[in-house]
C-alpha cells in the first residue's frame, strides 16, 4: 500500500517541533558555556554549500524522536556546523560552510550563519556564541532573534517557534507585547530589525500576557 504523503498541516507542525528542539539543544549548550552552529534547510538546497571532514553518521531517525536531541547536542559542539532538515533529518556535522558573510567584530561561526542564511532564503542557523552565550537566530542574512539560556514561559516560546517557521510577524505581536516596551533590567531580542525590550527569563513579557488575558476576562 502507497503512504500519502504529509499534508501541509502535518509539516508545519513537523518543522516546529524540530525548531523548537533545536532551541531547547541550543539553550543546553548555551548553559554549558560552550559554542555550537546548527543549520536547518532543505536538502537539496545546501547540497553543495558546505564540506565535512569526519565520517558521517548516517540514520533516518529525525530529531524529534527520542535520544536524537542528546545525540545532535554532541554532534553541535564539535568544529563545524550541524546541518538538518526542517523535519527533522541529520544531513551532515562537522560541516564547513562555503557560504560565509563577514560580520565585523564576529568570527567565522556569524560569517557563516550570516553566509547561509543570505544564500538561502528558506534557511534558519542558529547559532550559540561561546564568548557571550548568547544564542543568535539568523534568517535572510540578518539576526531575526536573540536570546539568553534562560527557561521562556511556554506560550511566548511557542510564539517565537511559530514566528520562525512561518515568518509572520504577527504571532509575536499576537503576544500582546509592544516593540516599544521598556524595562529597568532588560534582554534584548532583536525580531525583524526592531528590539523588544524584556525582562530576564521573560518575567515580564509573562506579566504581559497575564495582564491582557485579565483584561479579557473582565
Given at each position: 500500500?502507497?503512504?500519502?504523503?504529509?499534508?501541509?498541516?502535518?509539516?508545519q507542525?513537523?518543522?516546529?517541533?524540530?525548531?523548537s528542539a533545536?532551541?531547547?539543544i541550543a539553550?543546553?549548550?548555551?548553559?554549558?558555556g560552550?559554542?555550537?552552529?546548527?543549520?536547518?534547510?532543505?536538502?537539496?538546497e545546501?547540497?553543495?554549500?558546505?564540506e565535512?571532514?569526519y565520517?558521517?553518521?548516517?540514520?533516518?531517525?529525525?530529531?524529534?524522536e527520542?535520544g536524537?536531541?542528546?545525540?545532535?547536542e554532541?554532534?553541535?559542539t564539535?568544529?563545524?556546523?550541524?546541518?538538518i532538515?526542517?523535519?527533522?533529518?541529520?544531513?551532515?556535522?562537522g560541516?564547513?560552510?562555503?557560504?560565509?558573510?563577514?560580520?565585523?567584530?564576529?568570527?567565522?561561526?556569524?560569517a557563516a550563519?550570516?553566509?547561509?542564511?543570505e544564500?538561502?532564503?528558506?534557511?534558519?542557523?542558529?547559532l550559540?556564541?561561546?564568548?557571550?552565550?548568547?544564542?543568535?537566530?539568523?534568517?535572510k542574512?540578518?539576526?531575526?532573534i536573540?536570546?539568553?539560556?534562560a527557561?521562556?514561559?511556554?506560550?511566548?516560546?511557542?510564539k517565537?517557534?511559530?514566528f520562525?517557521?512561518?515568518n509572520?510577524?504577527?504571532l509575536?505581536?499576537?503576544?500582546?507585547l509592544?516593540?516599544?516596551?521598556?524595562?529597568?533590567?532588560?534582554?534584548?531580542?532583536?525580531?525583524g530589525?526592531?528590539?523588544?525590550?524584556v525582562?530576564a527569563?521573560?518575567?515580564?513579557t509573562?506579566?504581559?500576557?497575564?495582564?491582557?488575558?485579565?483584561?479579557e476576562?473582565a
Amino acid at each position: 500500500m502507497k503512504l500519502s504523503p504529509p499534508d501541509h498541516d502535518e509539516t508545519q507542525g513537523q518543522e516546529e517541533k524540530v525548531m523548537s528542539a533545536v532551541l531547547n539543544i541550543a539553550k543546553s549548550i548555551s548553559r554549558r558555556g560552550e559554542g555550537g552552529l546548527i543549520i536547518i534547510a532543505d536538502r537539496d538546497e545546501v547540497e553543495g554549500l558546505y564540506e565535512t571532514h569526519y565520517p558521517q553518521i548516517t540514520s533516518r531517525s529525525l530529531l524529534t524522536e527520542q535520544g536524537m536531541n542528546v545525540v545532535v547536542e554532541k554532534l553541535a559542539t564539535i568544529d563545524g556546523a550541524v546541518i538538518i532538515t526542517p523535519v527533522g533529518e541529520l544531513i551532515a556535522f562537522g560541516a564547513r560552510v562555503l557560504k560565509s558573510t563577514t560580520i565585523p567584530g564576529f568570527g567565522t561561526r556569524h560569517a557563516a550563519a550570516a553566509g547561509i542564511t543570505e544564500s538561502l532564503p528558506n534557511a534558519t542557523a542558529i547559532l550559540i556564541s561561546e564568548e557571550s552565550s548568547l544564542i543568535k537566530i539568523f534568517q535572510k542574512g540578518n539576526i531575526v532573534i536573540e536570546m539568553d539560556a534562560a527557561e521562556i514561559n511556554p506560550n511566548v516560546m511557542e510564539k517565537v517557534v511559530s514566528f520562525l517557521t512561518r515568518n509572520d510577524m504577527a504571532l509575536l505581536v499576537a503576544t500582546g507585547l509592544s516593540l516599544a516596551v521598556q524595562v529597568p533590567y532588560y534582554d534584548i531580542i532583536l525580531v525583524g530589525g526592531s528590539y523588544l525590550i524584556v525582562k530576564a527569563i521573560f518575567e515580564v513579557t509573562s506579566s504581559v500576557l497575564m495582564g491582557k488575558a485579565d483584561k479579557e476576562k473582565a
